[in-house]
């Protein structure tokens, strides 16, 4: 993606050659001419001269095993390609071919697809002999493309693995078509090899990073029964920390004495330190800008250090005492109380404007997280925070400690762009004012899903819904006006400004509440393979009882671009309020990186 300045101009090619292309195919559909189309390198770069008239011959050459292995895919095993250049077959060309200068050379490619192959009988033998066909995607009679075969081969190679057999393998994959009544018959023979436990762990590559540390948190424990599954996941685990640029786990290619499978675990370290810089952009929460430095691997074994520091809402307002700013430091240390624990601890300090209330915060935190299970973790802790807050109930100082807790359970496979699967959370955050000796506890609960309508992810269900309540103190007032609810802005009901929505007294000044509901829909829609459209509509409430009560529920709609990036897509909301506020905002941009939820 080439966000600032021009594209770099096309490498010059070493003596060109240049060709005018004929492709015909005979037979087939639109979907097939494309796919060798896709395959043909001469017909994807027809404008580019190639490198040498030898370049062109080695290229139509490739050209026709590529056309070849697109028709097979396609179970066009009768199909043939025939390549002429400068009216010579290929096959019929010297070893250093030379054609005339200065003009574009002619190549001819005409493929014949002839017919459809299906399949005809499928033999699983060896120890895959009790297997269906069919399971694997191989009924008699059914679709014959070569990467059907291809795929069948793979996922029986997939599930000996998984029955703890790190060496299987398949043997014979044997296709032979049979042009008089175009069927395909398929032979596939593979040997499963014992059952195995994971044997010994070793580590390569770390330079500052402990070895022993990367074996531990891999969690690739001797003794533990083989799961590819289980290697896969401890990549990622360990590629996760941070401290890597690449991860690789290696089994060895035959069993120890023992009768257990060592593995190699790969590594190579990238840059320790780093730094940054970000954005974003509302109409109605103004600029934000933050910087970051960090340190990922402190004291040896992927410990973090991160201060930061950001000013917010830059544009909302001209004063610079009503920004607001905030820094922190924050330190995580993976594998603290186990592989699967994380301990962190912060130190933040924030000046806060916004419409509801003024405040200066400092707080210190520290807690750990557990994963529980690839998809489900729980984290507690406890902070201490004290906060000078001015409000629509006057000045008031308070010094809260409280112990959060969290539960999360999330299934989803992409978390930038999620398209299938789920994320529940729950949290509960008992507090105790000690300037004014008051309990209080909030508990909150969201729960998003995703649901793909077609098979390409082209169009993407996804909804969300949260609420929360708080319980405790004789009044309001006794609640620190930061720990109170309010909805608005990018991250919930769009349209509104940043902490809109909320209770208000007589005189309109915004209280904040005890309790909320808010939920988002959108239709995430893939117009190419990087621009997609997304229209949507948020909702939300919030409530001076702890009780949602909807008697001032607010509607947001509205719609999005994004981008599509490799670190995820870019996106551009923009939303009006349904029922806006009189006086109040009524309308928002938003952009961010990443889906809204």
């Known amino acids: 993606m080439n966000l600032f300045g021009s594209e770099d101009e096309t490498p010059d090619v070493i003596d060109p050659v240049r060709f005018a292309l004929s492709l015909t195919v005979n037979g087939g559909d639109e979907d097939l001419k494309s796919a060798i189309e896709n395959a043909s ?36 095993y009768g199909g043939t390609v025939e390549v002429t250049i400068a009216g010579t077959n290929l096959d019929n060309l010297p070893p250093d071919p030379v054609f005339a200068d200065g003009v574009a050379v002619p190549v001819s490619i005409v493929v014949d697809a002839g017919p459809v192959f ?51 393998e398949i043997t014979q994959r044997t296709v032979v078509a049979d042009h ?200 507690g802790g406890a902070d201490l925070t004290y906060a000078t807050i001015t409000d629509a109930f006057g000045k008031r100082n308070y010094l809260t400690a409280s112990v959060p807790l969290e539960y999360v359970r999330d299934t989803r496979t992409d978390k930038l762009n999620p398209t299938d699967g789920y994320r529940i959370s729950v949290n509960a955050r008992p507090s105790y004012e000690i300037e004014a000796g008051t309990i209080f506890s909030s508990f909150e609960t969201s729960a998003a899903g995703y649901y793909s309508i077609d098979a390409e992810n082209k169009f ?46 007589a005189d309109g000044a915004i209280t904040g509440g005890r309790s909320y509901v808010s939920g988002s829909v959108e239709g995430r829609i893939a117009v190419t393979e990087t621009i997609g459209v997304v229209p949507f509509a948020d909702f939300g409430t919030v409530s001076a009882g702890s009780t949602p009560d909807f008697s001032e529920l607010r509607v947001g709609a509205g719609v999005g671009l994004r981008y599509a990036t490799p670190f995820g897509p870019i996106r551009l909301d923009v939303a009006v309020p349904l029922n806006p506020y009189p006086g109040g905002t009524s309308y928002g941009i938003y952009a961010g990186i990443g889906q809204s939820f």
Do not use: C
């Open 41 to 76: 390198r001469l017909y994807q770069g027809k404008d580019q001269p190639v490198s040498g008239d030898l370049g062109l011959a080695v290229t139509a050459r490739d050209d026709r095993d590529r056309i070849l292995a697109a028709l097979y895919e396609n179970a066009r």
């Open 180 to 379: 008089a009544t175009n069927t395909v018959d398929v032979t596939i023979v593979a040997k499963g090899g014992s059952i195995a436990d994971v044997g010994d762990v070793s580590v390569k590559g770390t330079e500052s990073v402990d070895a022993g540390f990367v074996a531990d948190y891999s969690r690739l424990n001797a003794g533990k029964p083989y799961s590819p599954e289980d290697i896969r996941r401890a990549a990622e685990r360990l590629r996760q920390l941070g401290v890597f640029s690449s991860v690789t786990i290696k089994e060895a290619t035959q069993l120890a004495p023992n009768g257990t499978i060592p593995m190699t675990i790969q590594v190579s370290e990238g840059k320790m330190r780093y730094f940054g810089v970000g954005a974003q952009v509302s109409t109605t929460d103004g600029v934000g800008l933050q910087g970051y430095w960090g340190h990922r691997n402190l004291f040896g074994r992927a410990e973090s250090l991160r201060i930061e520091g950001s000013v917010n809402r830059i544009g909302e307002t001209k004063e610079l005492d009503k920004l607001d700013y905030s820094t922190a430091l924050l330190f995580s240390k993976p594998g603290a109380f186990g592989p699967a624990s994380t301990f962190t601890a912060s130190v933040k300090a924030s000046l806060l404007d916004p419409d509801a209330y003024k405040a200066t915060i400092f707080s210190g935190a520290a807690g750990a997280t557990f994963e529980l299970s690839d998809r489900d973790t729980a984290s």
């Open 118 to 168: 299906r399949l005809g009988t499928v033999r699983f033998e060896g120890d895959i002999a009790n297997r269906n066909p069919a399971t694997y995607g191989l009924p008699e009679g059914g679709e014959a493309g070569s990467a059907v075969i291809l795929k069948a081969a793979e996922r029986l190679l997939a599930d000996l693995k998984e029955e703890g057999r790190p060496l299987a």
């Open 460 to 505: 993407v269900l996804a909804g969300k819904i949260a609420a929360g309540t708080l319980v405790g103190g004789s009044g309001l007032a006794d609640i620190p006006a930061d720990r109170r609810f309010y909805l608005g802005g990018g991250g919930s009901v769009r349209g509104y400004a940043y902490q809109e929505i909320s209770p208000r007294r």
